[in-house]
Structures are given as structure tokens and as C-alpha cells.
């Protein structure tokens, strides 16, 4: 951890209550219809004055180059600026990679946000959406964050507020699957129409029923496993269960943290948290 910073800003992660895939455009990205919920598991960043851009973090193993979301949210902003005052950016990793759980898109939008006010460009939310849709499709729901549907490439958010509480447990099996490799897997003939966001709040209760992934298809195919999580989550009293994304992490609601909880101790083998959801 860097000495004599401020607090560190919190990066939080997201899982996709609900995902359709509604299109394969012709630029070779795909439409989709999803419905985000922001997490309090989060990532830490801690900003330093420097001479230059240096980005460390805590997993070696991580690339700190363009390849990396903060690095190519700071070189995008930077360009708002003339000679912008640089920042060491140290990122804490306790988001799991790879595992559909937004935390990469979550520590490029804490960097814009952060950028945006301690350069004083002072930018409003649509504005910064719009750069952080160039960073990453997933980037711009967090410069808000909370529940948000969305449509397109995740770049056109409704936001909404989903009654009555809940908690969320995540399990995280030992595997990463690359979004771009379930997209290639997806058969264009299996896209479905958009959801209506309102549906999911109907009569003032949230309809676990409407939702799905449509991932799931594809990635339980290949890691069977990750359908018997699934079905022990649902088995554990989950009132509802899915994948988050293109996985490998799943979900599954809980009225309580202590149900939540009691469910955990049967995922023993794999790495969980018990969270519950940022509302804003």
C-alpha cells in the first residue's frame, strides 16, 4: 500500500441479475439486455502525485499496460487536458478476474471519476458515460452504479430501484472464462427480444421468475461444474441462482445475510462473499 495517501477509492463489483443477448451487430460486438446490480465487494485504488502515469497492484500477474482498464481510462481522459498533473495508481485486487464480476470496469470508472474531479474538468454523468463506453462496454454503468437496466453494449442504462431487500452470496470456482470466447460460442439464432425493466418490479415486488442468463447455455456446456453450483445454490435455499455474465462466478439471493451465510459453509471448496447490493 502506498504511505501518506488519502483513503483509498472503493471499487465496487456488479452481478447481472438477468442477461439476454438480443443481437449480433455488424461490427461483430453483441446487443444486449441486461439488468446490473453494483455489490459492496470492491477493489482499492490509491492515488499518488508522480512524475509519470505508474500503475502497481497487488496481483502480479496483472498487466498494468493499455491492456489494462485504468491505464486506458487514464490515457483516454488525459486528453481533456493540456499537460493534466500525473498520478501513481496503486490497485488492490480483491475482485476475482475473470469471473463476470465487472471488477475491471469497476477500477477504470473509479479512475475517470477520480480524474474528473481532481483535474476539475468536472464533467456530468452522461458526459462521463460517454468516455467510459470508449474505455469498456461495462464501464459506463459505473460511473452511477446501483441497479441500472441495460441495453445496447451496455452503454444505454435505465436506472431503477428494485423493492424489498436482499443478500447476495457469491461463489467463485477456480476457473476463468474469457467473455469474447462465450460471445464466439453463441448461436445468433438464440438471441432473444429486450427485456421491459419495469417488468421486474411489477406490482412492487421483485420477479426473481423473469430472470435468466443466457450464457448459461453455453458455459455450462463446457463446465458442467459450474451447473451443479447452481443447482447447490438453488438446493441451499437461494431464492433465485444464475451465472454473473459470462461467468465463471454465480450468485445466489438470500432474503438474509444469515441464510447466506449458513448457505457458504456447503461451498467450502471454492472462494465466496457475502454481500449485499449498493443501492443509489
Known sequence: MLTNTPPPVKANAKVNLALRITRRRSDGYHNLSTLFQEIDLHDNLWFKPASTLRLTTTMPELATDESNLCTRAYNIFKKLISSPPAYAIHLEKNIPVGAGLGGGS??????????????????????????????????????????????????????????????????????????????????????????????????????????????????????????????????????????????????????????????SQNFSAYQTFVTRPVLR
Not at 453494449?153 to 428494485?162: D, F, K, N, V, Y
Not at 412492487?204 to 456446456?221: A, G, T
Not at 433465485?240 to 438470500?254: H, N, R
Open 106 to 263: 469497476a477500477d477504470a470508472a473509479a479512475v475517470l471519476k477520480f480524474l474528473n474531479t481532481t483535474w476539475q474538468i468536472n464533467l456530468g454523468i452522461q458526459a462521463l458515460q460517454k468516455i467510459a463506453a470508449e474505455v469498456g462496454s461495462d464501464v459506463p454503468f459505473y460511473i452511477n452504479g446501483g441497479t441500472q437496466g441495460a441495453t445496447g453494449r451496455g452503454e444505454i442504462l435505465t436506472p431503477l430501484r428494485l423493492p424489498g431487500n436482499f443478500v447476495i452470496l457469491v461463489v467463485v470456482p477456480l476457473v476463468a472464462i474469457a467473455t469474447a470466447w462465450a460471445y464466439q460460442q453463441f448461436n445468433p439464432t438464440d438471441c432473444k427480444p429486450p427485456y421491459e425493466f419495469d417488468d421486474f418490479t411489477r406490482g412492487k415486488r421483485i420477479h426473481w421468475e423473469l430472470c435468466e442468463n443466457q450464457f448459461e447455455s453455453i458455459v455450462f456446456q463446457h463446465y458442467p461444474e459450474l451447473k451443479a453450483i447452481k443447482f447447490r445454490l438453488q438446493q441451499n435455499g437461494a431464492r433465485y441462482a444464475a451465472l454473473t455474465g459470462s461467468g465463471s462466478a454465480l450468485f445466489g439471493v438470500f432474503d438474509t445475510a444469515k441464510e447466506a451465510q449458513s448457505a
